[in-house]
């Protein structure tokens, strides 16, 4: 069964970075693309980020572009988000999601929560 | 304001039917898959229907989609207490370059 084990986040001043990371086991990662989609509080979901299944191809919503860096590591199974620049309304849970194509998304992990406040 | 439109909220009574409507236009659901979520509160969302009308494995085929033009539904029969939850669509948007979301539509059972 595909499982996705997210760490990182928390809380962090306007401006402030942080790195989140995604765990995969249960398929074969470097197969897949993976993405990045958040939830601000009381909010629906938002696409962020996507990476493909080699790290070759990068995408990113206009919100993050220049600020937040996806990258992964297929030799630990693991996916990254570097977000730099946070801004109050970066606030959300990040959630990392397998990428089954045709925007659908078979997988996600249990997300973890990015707070930006002074 | 997303680019899928889709009623805040619905509600029907156990063991009825409900439909969750999602519009959009040519620049998503007219010309790519759309794909259906369900997520309950503090939790996850759940993939639910893929490419239209296609559920993975594991869900109960009460949960169903289709498409049709700028448009799509998800039909829930034999409706259960539990499946209240928030519901979301979505698909590629080409205009955009983006995965877009509908607003979500929370199910009530009443």
């Known amino acids: 069964e595909d499982h996705l084990l997210q760490s990182g986040g928390g809380l962090v001043p306007p401006g402030g970075s942080l790195r989140l990371s995604c765990e995969a086991s249960?398929?074969?990662?470097?197969?897949?693309?993976m993405n990045w989609i958040r939830q601000a509080p009381g909010k629906g979901l938002e696409w962020v980020s996507a990476?493909?299944?080699?790290?070759?191809?990068?995408y990113y919503s206009d919100s993050v572009r220049g600020r937040f860096t996806i990258s992964r590591d297929n030799s630990k199974s693991t996916l990254y988000l570097h977000l730099d620049g946070l801004r109050v309304e970066d606030t959300a849970v990040y959630y990392c999601?397998?990428?089954?194509?045709?925007?659908?998304?078979?997988?996600w992990g249990q997300g973890t929560p990015v707070t930006v406040s002074s | 304001q997303s680019p899928l439109t889709q009623p805040p909220s619905v509600s029907a009574a156990p063991g009825q039917k409900v439909t969750i409507s999602c519009s959009g236009s040519s620049s998503n659901i007219g010309n790519n898959y759309v794909s259906w979520y369900q997520q309950f509160p503090g939790t996850a969302p759940k993939l639910l229907i893929y490419d239209n009308d296609r559920r993975p494995s594991g869900i109960p085929d009460r949960f169903s989609g289709s498409k049709s033009g700028t448009s799509a539904t998800l039909d829930i029969t034999g409706l259960q207490t539990g499946d209240e939850a928030a519901y979301y669509c979505a698909s590629w948007d080409v205009s955009l370059s983006d995965v877009v979301f509908g607003g979500g539509t929370k199910l009530t059972v009443l």
């Open positions: 999601a397998k990428d089954r194509l045709t925007a659908s998304f078979d997988a």
């Open positions: 990476l493909s299944g080699s790290g070759d191809a990068t």
């Open positions: 249960g398929f074969t990662f470097s197969d897949y693309a």
